[in-house]
Structures are given as C-alpha cells and as structure tokens.
C-alpha cells in the first residue's frame, strides 16, 4: 500500500476510501460513513475525476513561475496536477489559457445581497471565489426582527441598498449571529463566504436605540463581548468596525460603531486573543487618515499596540496618497518585524465615484434637476432636448453651491479636469474638461451633451481623490498590503467593483508593471495567508477546487451595466468581465464564458478552532 486517496465517483454516491497497491486496489466505504468494510478489485485506470482542466499553463498562486499541465478534481479537492491519464466526468480544454486559483476578496458588503443573489455578482464574474463579508462594522446581524430597521439603519446608506429593498428581499429569521450563520449556511451560493461580524450591528444589539447617541456602560459593554465570542465560537473569522465620517446613517447621522470609545473597541478585539486568526478590519476615521501628523502616529500606535495584545490581523484599506503611505506604509513593516500582524488592502485602481444620468450625477438634489431626473429615463431625454429646460438644467449646476461632505455619496463639485469620459474600461479615456475646451463649451454644458449623444448611457468616472500612480503602485507592490480593496456590494449604483481583472488586464498585460504570476500571487495566496484561509489560494494536491480559467490575452473589465433586479426592482451596476473562460468553486464548474452554470457549491467558511 503506497498511499490512501479518498475520491468520490459520482457526486451521489458514497465516499471511498482507496488504499492502493502496485496493479489494484481494495476498496471499502469511507469509515466516516459508519459502513461495514467490503473488498472487491478495482484497476487504478477506471479512477474516474470530477473534472480535469487540461493543457492549461499552470500558474498556481504562489508567484512562482508558470508550468503546463492538467489539473485534477474530485470531491471538490485538487487531488493531482501533471499529465491526467484518467478520465473525467468534466473535461474543460484550457490550450491557451491560464489555470489560476479562485480569486479571493477580503473586503466585500454581500451581506445584504446574497440573500436575493445567489450568484454573488458581480463579485462572481471577476472570478472572485472566496469573498469576506461584514467589513467596516457593517453586518444583518447579531438582531431581532424587531431591532431590525435599527440595524439596517447602519448599511443601507452605505450599500446604497434601501431598507425597502432589504425588506423585500430578507426574510430575518435570527437574532444571534451563530442563528444567522446558520441561515447563511442553508442559503445557496455561487461562491464561498467568509463573515465577520460588525461592530455595528453588535452595539445595536446590546444599546438599541442608543447605540446610536453615546458611548456604551459596563453592562451593555459585557453583552457585546458575550455575544462576539458566541460569534466567533459559531465561525466569524473577526470583527469590524469603523470610525469614518464617510459612514453614516440615511438621515446623515453617524453609524453605530462610530459612536464608541477606545477602549470599547479595545474591549472588544482583545475578546480574540483567544481564537486563533482572527482579523479586526477597521474604516480609519479622517483624523487617523489626514490628520495633523501627531494625531495620525498617536492612533498608530494604538492599534499596533491592540493588534499586538490581541493577536488579530489589523487590517485596513491603504489611500494611494503620499502624505498616508509615508506614514502608514512604514507603521505596517515595524508590525511585520515585531511579528504584529497588520494587512494594508490595495486597490488596483482606486476607489472612485461613477456617475450617470441611469443611476445618479452630482446635480441631482437641484431643484432645476430633481423633477426631470425623477422621470424614466427616455422622458428625461425628451425634456432635456427642450431648450429652456436644459440652459436651467446648466445653469443651476454651474451656480451649484456643495454643502457639507458628510458621506462618500455626498453631492460635490466635480472637477470636470479629472472626470474621465469612461468609454474604454483601460486608460487612456478623455476627461470632461478636454471635450469641453474641443467643443468650446463649458463643462457642464458637455457633461449633459455627452450623456445625451448616449442616450443617457454615459458614464463618468470620478477617482475618489487626488490618486498618485506611484503611490498606487507602490502599495500594490508593498509585501504588507493585499490587493483586496474592492468593496464589492457597497454603493452598488456609485462605483464599479472590477479590482481583479483591472490588475491582470491593466497592471500586468497593457503596462506589464507585474508579471502575471505576481499578480495572481496578489489575489490568491496572499489573499488567502493574511485572511487565514489555509485549504486554497493555491494550486496544489489536496486544496479545495476554486479555479479560474483566464486567458492573459483578453482578461479584463467590461463597462459596468445598469440592473433594475434588487428587490422592489431599486438599481445597482453589473461589472463582468472578458477573457474568463471559466471559473469552478468547490470542484463545480460556475462560470462558463461569463455565463452561470445551475452550480451553486459555494459554502460559508466558518473559522472554529480556538488556541
Ligand atoms: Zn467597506
């Protein structure tokens, strides 16, 4: 006997265990199944796999170099790489294309979505397989039924998703997050899931009402902790919250987590000390991100400190802005030297703001604006080709006055010299203020014309801020930071979530900045060790089956689409991609050139072991 090997031939029939000698084999059902030991013979060539994905380049997550071969599947495991005599009940040919682990998100808001979408898109067509939800203090649980507007009342601004359409389309049957899970875990699903739990939710939970007015007393402090430590004994893989001015409630009121102390946050992260990786994902507040210097260094050294005591991987989106990388770069390798865990999360392009005429532009709160973009859409078009209508529309907008920012969808000023005309997913595209110095317009008169010349289809796309490339660059490349930053599922109609395949289309073909092994390395196994996600992000015998099937030569993002399929048919953006001949989760083939299977072996990760 060389080896054991446990397959599964057909998906409904038992489990075997085969010990195998040099010509057959003796074959009993698994042990797991309580079955009484049988023999019989069996010649190893009749070994039949799930899948084989054949003559494909190999490139297998680790960032070492590429190597042509057929991978394997069975029970949902990689069980051999090489040269696959055997057959398969699914053959996928890859001649021509790169067979690359599933892509892992560690920074997504699917909670809410996942309960109507059991796809996961458009997480799903950006070959993502794995997707950590509940960042930045934001989950649907722990919380009654009747607690529920109070905890809705943390997301759905930040989601962009309203009440009225989580209402729709959730039927709330938990109170703890160990129920909740249990929901997640009997909901089908495309792709795997990964929760933490929000801190939101949790103050809502222990505080009412009151979560949202003050700091948290001793008795209510207690609740939370108990019921975290329920949580994270029932599978969270962490906690999270947030302390940013960005987050806030529908009537312009701080989110819960933003109303806690210091040392309630502290109370609560050193509750994982106990549990092995775990990860504390946090919004930094503005004064931690653009604050005087002494402020900035003064919470770094707090949350070193916690990361320190509790154990927990800090993690938090890295701003490709100089003043931030300068000071918060350094901080993340003083943690890796000290063997204090803390994760930056790069974005391949930035987080930014989309604009349009089918979901929102900056004008929209105008009175000139509001009646007519309350209309359907070819009504709108008819009224702005009515020429007093749209010198009002222009006229409004240029003498536009911006209130306060209090949200990241806040209206604001466009700077129309950065507003990029969003023709072509990769650069170069136009910016507004470019066609309008062509056409001798002023900008705003050319935002409206190009939207009208569409249709009303246009897009504009709006970095987040004064992005550096080089700063870009330099925190996609730091060995702390994880490209990771998608926030797939959050401001569904405000921006577009297609990090990864930006990366492999932009970074890696068009600019050749990383090598496609590097660059896979990125999303996958880098993803997967700082996430502790230890049984895939890699291509290797015994992994779970999450594979992609890229092809280099095309991967990449396709202008986002306009969906009207939340429930009570509220919109959201579509992000697919091109160049993804298929993506297979748990063994399963999901994805086939961009369109799902029936599969859905997507599975709650739950993260039980303790210390
Ligand atoms: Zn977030």
Not at 333 to 354: C, D, N, P, W
Not at 444 to 462: G, K, P, R, V
């Amino acid at each position: 006997m060389s080896f054991e090997l446990c397959i599964r031939r057909k998906r409904q029939e038992p489990c075997w265990w085969v010990a195998v000698g040099p010509a057959d084999a003796t074959v009993r059902p698994c042990p797991a199944m309580g079955a009484r030991l049988v023999s019989e013979k069996l010649r190893l060539e009749t070994i039949m796999y799930d899948l084989v994905i054949r003559n494909g380049l190999v490139v297998d997550g680790s960032g070492e170099p590429g190597y042509a071969g057929d991978v394997a599947v069975s029970d949902g495991r990689i069980i051999e790489i090489g040269r696959i005599s055997g057959r398969a009940q699914r053959e996928i040919d890859a001649e021509g294309h790169v067979v690359t682990p599933g892509f892992i998100d560690g920074h997504t808001h699917l909670d809410a979505q996942m309960f109507w979408d059991s796809l996961g898109s458009s997480s799903c067509w950006q070959g993502v397989t794995t997707a950590v939800m509940g960042n930045c203090g934001f989950t649907l649980a722990p919380g009654s039924e009747e607690q529920r507007a109070l905890v809705v009342r943390n997301l759905e601004r930040a989601e962009d998703i309203s009440g009225a359409a989580m209402e729709a389309g959730i039927k709330w049957n938990w109170t703890t997050f160990a129920e909740y899970l249990d929901v997640v875990d009997g909901l089908p699903k495309g792709i795997n899931y990964a929760p933490q739990i929000g801190h939101s939710a949790l103050r809502t939970f222990a505080m009412g009402e009151a979560a949202f007015e003050r700091e948290s007393n001793e008795a209510e402090l207690e609740a939370m902790g108990r019921e975290l430590n329920d949580a994270l004994q029932a599978g969270a893989i962490g906690l999270s919250t947030s302390f940013s001015q960005g987050h806030n409630t529908s009537d312009d009121r701080p989110v819960a987590s933003r109303l806690a102390s210091w040392d309630e946050v502290k109370y609560l992260v050193m509750q994982m000390r106990n549990y092995r990786d775990r990860m504390f994902e946090l919004a930094p507040s503005d004064v931690a991100r653009f604050g005087e210097i002494e402020d900035r260094r003064r919470f770094h050294r707090k949350l070193f400190d916690l990361a320190q005591a509790s154990g927990a991987t800090a993690t938090w989106g890295m701003l490709p802005l100089a003043a931030i990388t300068a000071e918060e770069l350094p901080l993340l390798e003083r943690a890796a030297e000290a063997g204090v865990k803390m994760i930056g999360q790069s974005h391949s392009r930035g987080i930014s703001l989309l604009y349009s005429f089918q979901t929102n532009t900056p004008y929209d709160w105008l009175p000139e604006w509001r009646d007519i973009r309350a209309l359907p859409i070819p009504d709108q078009l008819a009224a702005m080709r009515n020429r007093e209508i749209r010198h009002a529309m222009i006229e409004s907008a240029k003498n536009a006055t911006f209130g306060k920012i209090v949200g990241s969808d806040s209206p604001r000023a466009p700077d129309f010299s950065k507003l990029i005309v969003w023709n072509s997913p990769f650069p170069p595209n136009r910016v507004v203020q470019e066609v309008a110095d062509e056409r001798n317009c002023h900008p705003i008169e050319t935002f409206i014309d190009l939207a009208m010349e569409s249709n009303l289809n246009q897009y504009f796309y709006l970095p987040g801020m004064d992005w550096s490339t080089t700063e870009l660059l330099r925190t996609m490349r730091h060995p702390q930071c994880v490209m990771t930053f998608s926030d797939a599922g959050a401001h569904v109609t405000q921006q577009d979530c297609s990090l990864q395949t930006h990366l492999l289309g932009y970074w890696v073909r068009e600019q050749q900045e990383f090598t496609l092994e590097e660059a896979v390395r990125m999303i996958t196994s880098a993803a997967a060790a700082a996430w502790g996600f230890h049984d895939r992000g890699v291509i290797r015998p015994g992994m779970v089956a999450d594979i992609n099937v890229i092809d280099p030569a095309t991967i990449g993002p396709s202008l986002p689409v306009l969906r009207e399929d939340l429930p009570t048919g509220a919109k959201r953006l579509e992000s697919k991609a091109t160049g993804i001949l298929a993506t297979v989760v748990s063994g399963q083939v999901f994805i086939e050139r961009g369109a799902h299977t029936g599969a859905l072996a997507g599975q709650l990760l739950r993260r039980r072991e303790m210390n």
